[in-house]
């Protein structure tokens, strides 16, 4: 049996870039493997329900031109998830095509192994029936109506199907829609080393080198894991783990810092040891695993909620500032009054008012005094982009030339940065689908060659 | 004095597409324990300046590093039609601006 593993989580998100020493510091070692996240739920459900990635294909192929030849010419898996940010099967797809290129331009060949996490609707169906679906995170209940609907729904796998994968002894790992930690631990978990430990260890690496100071999404970590403990440790001599940056990292987008959750269990951090065990790295120990009774599943899905238009506009004028609401009104009522091409209720106008309540919402109080200067964004959604543009459009000249309360600047009320002033922002998507499965799912990895 | 100018971090983000987390780290323990007993900084209080009903706000210590987790529900999911922040990085106001008479 292993005593230890050595492993590279090569940035914090796949296509955020990374320093190339850092993998150069990194290959001295005897890396076991190298995994990279890829996906994140952060930028909006737009990503999922489109197909398409947040991160563009440039920095997806920068990240991996650089790797892929080292890691092959060595025998180090290469292990990717969420490929493509949602992992779903168009994102799996561009990340295969990114590969592809990359093994062409480079000569190489490359074994690849294929986890689809694409759901079945008929799952779905099942778990509805079966009451085998929970909330997950604060969503609300799921509307079985909407099954028809949901735009490319993805279960969250854990580890498994990546030990699986593993075990086809591929050179590359491309896993769909997965946990963070799943990239990580699976490896360690089929060779026997503690899943708690795996699993805390898998946390923390799926960031990069964020639990370092200064902290880096975009750059490489280094661990060793053990059977009774892991240590930490940035490649990149410039930054370095303290028992703090590394306890500090827990509360990251968690909402709880003394345990999360995966589908394999409850991972309990509270007898977690941090310790300095040398400059630049921390030693971990103490976290443990209570397994899961059954394991769940995440689901992920979304749905199409119309189409976006916007304008922007600077608003300087101190009576127009003051009458702010005003002349949204008198926008409103003549957008209405106008837009005979779209049926009331199918559209929403927003104003939002940079400077006043955008950010924070009109919820808030209002502000004592008022801003010299306001940004305004008008936003139209609708059934269809070409009812989106139009309302905008609408919108926009209206609120220009909308009269109100000691207006003196009767010339016009909005100053426009660009011509065209509006742009299309392509459909709107909501996560309608985040919910919990309980029930079995299989996943079986694909074995794929590229030359 | 401000919650913002008392804490060394005062950050937002979204806990999953639905709930926010607010991370409040301090230097001081007395700062911490000040902030964690006040009466203005309980469930019930963050529940009315964010109007979210009281019972899906959490309030977690992280003892070791002297930071306070909140929870908050969203009151528009991620990136939905009614969002206006898309990562919730910007939603630790108002809580910043909650005040805390000097020791």
Do not use: W
């Not at chain 1, 805390?200 to 750059?219: F, M, Q, S, T």
């Not at chain 1, 059954?294 to 119309?306: Q, S, W």
């Not at chain 2, 919650?3 to 987390?21: E, H, W």
């Not at chain 2, 908050?72 to 601006?97: E, K, W």
């Amino acid at each position: 049996m292993k005593r230890e593993i050595c492993y590279l989580s090569l940035c914090g998100l796949l296509g955020y870039g990374y320093a190339p020493a850092s993998l150069t510091n990194a290959l001295k070692e005897d890396l076991d493997f190298i995994g990279v996240d890829a996906g994140s739920t952060d930028p909006g459900p737009y990503y999922l329900g489109s197909g398409s990635n947040f991160v563009k294909p440039l920095q997806v192929k920068r990240d991996l031109s650089l790797v892929l030849k080292p890691a092959l010419e060595r025998k180090i898996p290469l292990i990717i998830g969420s490929a493509g940010g949602s992992g779903a099967a168009p994102h799996l797809e561009q990340t295969l095509d990114i590969l592809r290129q990359i093994a062409a331009e480079q000569s190489l060949s490359c074994k690849v192994a294929i986890i689809r996490s694409d759901l079945d609707r008929d799952i779905l169906r099942q778990a509805v029936v079966k009451d085998c679906l929970q909330p997950c995170g604060g969503a609300p209940p799921f509307d079985p109506a909407l099954i028809p609907q949901l735009c490319h729904p993805v279960a969250q796998f854990g580890t498994e199907p990546i030990i699986a994968a593993l075990q086809m002894q591929p050179d590359v790992v491309l896993a769909g829609r997965c946990c963070d930690t799943a990239i990580f631990a699976a490896y360690p978990i089929l060779h026997g080393f503690p899943a708690g430990l795996a699993l805390h260890a898998a946390k923390i690496a799926e960031c990069g080198a964020l639990c370092a100071r200064p902290v880096g999404a975009n750059d490489s970590l280094l661990v060793r894991l053990r059977h009774d403990s892991f240590t930490v440790e940035p490649p990149n001599p410039s930054r370095r783990c303290t028992p703090d940056s590394v306890a500090a990292h827990s509360l990251y987008e968690q909402p709880d810092p003394n345990c999360f959750f995966e589908p394999e269990g409850e991972i309990d951090l509270r007898q977690c040891q941090f310790q300095q065990s040398s400059a630049r790295a921390v030693t971990v120990s103490g976290s443990v695993l209570h397994p899961a009774v059954r394991p769940t599943t995440k689901l992920e899905g979304a749905l199409l909620k119309g189409y976006r238009s916007i304008s922007i506009a600077g608003i300087r004028d101190p009576a127009a500032i003051a009458n702010l609401a005003e002349i949204e009104q008198g926008v409103r009522e003549a957008v209405q009054e106008s837009a005979s091409f779209v049926r009331e209720g199918e559209y929403t106008l927003r104003f939002l008012r940079y400077g006043l309540d955008a950010v924070c919402s009109r919820r808030t109080a209002p502000a004592a005094t008022l801003p010299a200067e306001v940004g305004l964004v008008l936003e139209a959604v609708a059934p269809s982009q070409e009812q989106a543009d139009a309302l905008v459009a609408l919108a926009r000249s209206k609120a220009l030339h909308q009269g109100f309360t000691g207006r003196k600047a009767t010339a016009g009320n909005l100053a426009f940065p660009f011509s065209p002033s509006d742009f299309q922002g392509g459909p709107v998507y909501e996560f309608a689908l985040y919910h919990l499965l309980d029930l079995p799912l299989v996943c079986k990895p694909e074995l794929l060659e590229i030359k | 004095m401000r919650l913002y100018d008392i804490a060394l971090v005062c950050r937002s983000k979204n806990a999953g597409p639905f709930q926010l987390t607010i991370d409040l780290m301090f230097e001081k323990e007395e700062d911490y324990l000040r902030v964690l007993q006040a009466d203005n900084f309980q469930p019930q209080a963050i529940a009315a300046l964010y109007q979210v009903p009281p019972e899906y706000v959490q309030i977690k210590p992280f003892a070791r590093i002297l930071t306070i987790k909140v929870v908050l529900p969203r009151h528009a999911s991620s990136g939905s039609l009614q969002d206006t922040d898309v990562y919730g990085s910007q939603q630790h106001f108002p809580l910043g601006n909650l005040d805390f008479p000097p020791a």
